[in-house]
């Protein structure tokens, strides 16, 4: 999984796996899932992010294999 935050329109995007999409709806104004082409969810768009969600931090807890961490 990789979170991807994009400053200059003030998005998240939610990287869940390395499958392409093929389909994505909006379930809420903003947010986008993107679906791979067997119907599994690939992706969460978070627009506006920064009112929406904290951004201030991330806690990860419960992780069942090691967490590389990755500042760009």
């Known amino acids: ?5 994009y400053k200059e329109t003030d998005s998240l995007y939610i990287d ?3 499958k392409p ?4 709806k909006e379930i ?3 947010i986008v899932l993107d679906y791979d082409s067997e119907g599994n969810i690939v992706g969460i768009d ?3 992010a920064s009112k ?3 951004l201030k931090e991330i806690v990860l807890s419960k992780i069942p294999t090691e967490v590389e961490t ?3």
């Open 46 to 48: 978070i627009d506006n």
């Open 70 to 72: 990755v500042i760009a």
């Open 1 to 5: 999984m990789k979170l991807k935050y």
């Open 28 to 30: 809420s104004e903003g």
């Open 16 to 18: 869940l796996s390395s």
């Open 21 to 24: 999409s093929s389909e994505s």
């Open 52 to 54: 929406k969600i904290d």
